[in-house]
């Protein structure tokens, strides 16, 4: 079974730019979220979609950063424009709302963005 | 809302040592309870859990007991090795399963 696809690995922008990060979520899992890890600290979570409606957002800055999930598979996180506080490793992760392990959460290998 | 608090790190071990890393909660009722690990360079990765009081969860040779009591979900090894070289997060969903993280231990074993 394949994991978690997160593109691009490493990305690196100067302030005030955009940028754009892509998910794929293991193939049937209905909830998607993204996480921001900033360096040194606990991933904290920005969004849960569930298919391609938005169950919590309220972490996410909405002024500057933006997701969707138009089919409920695939998700897109944006943020535009970047401020140097935005350096983090962007985590997308998956779950299943079936089967024996509804609560486990499977993650990609992140995206690190830098931000000059 | 529920939190976590987890033992600060880094933390530095020689091999074969024994291992604790202590991580402790705040939530409404009994959620399940998580430990993942971060390899370096790698992405996150479930390394155990337990999902009711008393509960023990293993793998690896890692072990964590959900205690109700002192509402606790402690990390331990009995003897670790170079390659358990971490960052180990203790972590618990919320209503809607969103993950509620710790703040990372950093684990270096010396050979």
């Known amino acids: 079974e394949a994991g978690v696809a997160q593109s691009p690995r490493y990305k690196i922008i100067e302030k005030r730019q955009s940028v754009a990060f892509w998910c794929n979520p293991i193939?049937?899992?209905?909830?998607l979220y993204w996480y921001q890890q900033i360096l040194g600290q606990g991933p904290k979570l920005l969004i849960q979609f569930q298919n391609n409606g938005v169950v919590d957002d309220s972490q996410l800055p909405k002024d500057r950063f933006s997701a969707e999930r138009l089919k409920g598979v695939d998700s897109t996180l944006k943020i535009q424009p970047a401020k140097l506080e935005d350096s983090a490793v962007y985590l997308c992760a998956s779950s299943s709302l079936t089967g024996a392990n509804p609560d486990t959460q499977y993650f990609g290998p992140g995206t690190r963005l830098t931000v000059l | 809302g529920n939190s976590v608090t987890q033992m600060e790190g880094p933390v530095t071990l020689s091999e074969e040592a024994f291992l604790t890393i202590n991580c402790t909660y705040t939530a409404t009722g009994y959620p399940s309870l998580f430990w993942y690990v971060q390899y370096p360079g790698e992405g996150l990765q479930l390394l155990l859990k337990?999902?009711?009081?008393?509960d023990k969860g293993s793998n690896k040779g890692f072990e964590a007991t959900y205690r109700k009591e002192t509402t606790s979900f402690h990390l331990e090894k009995g003897s670790v090795q170079v390659s358990d070289s971490a960052v180990y997060f203790c972590?618990?969903?919320?209503?809607?399963?969103?993950?509620?993280f710790g703040s990372g231990t950093q684990l270096t074993v010396l050979p």
């Open positions: 193939s049937g899992h209905a909830t």
């Open positions: 972590a618990l969903p919320g209503s809607a399963r969103q993950l509620t």
């Open positions: 337990a999902t009711k009081a008393d």
